[in-house]
């Protein structure tokens, strides 16, 4: 999403890929999701982005629990 919004961004108002002191992380996301929505207003990224992120976390109560029934 980041490449996409910086494609239409001009070069000094770009947001930068990794960790930058001007953009603290949720605020960071907030932008991107915001800029994203406004220049592809049918875009489908921040569907996929939602849904891996639920399968993410899925992943992650999953492997907890078989973990938690190793550990016993």
């Known amino acids: 999403m980041i490449g996409h919004v910086n494609r239409k961004l ?8 990794f960790f930058s002191f001007s953009y603290p992380y949720v605020s960071k996301a ?3 999701r915001r ?4 220049f ?6 921040h569907t996929v982005r939602i849904v891996l992120n639920v399968l993410g976390l899925i ?10 029934h190793f550990v016993q």
């Open 59 to 68: 992943l992650m109560l999953a492997s907890a629990i078989q973990l938690s």
């Open 10 to 17: 001009p070069e000094d108002e770009q947001i930068p890929y």
């Open 35 to 38: 800029e994203y929505k406004r």
């Open 40 to 45: 592809y207003p049918n875009g489908h990224l």
């Open 30 to 32: 907030t932008t991107i």
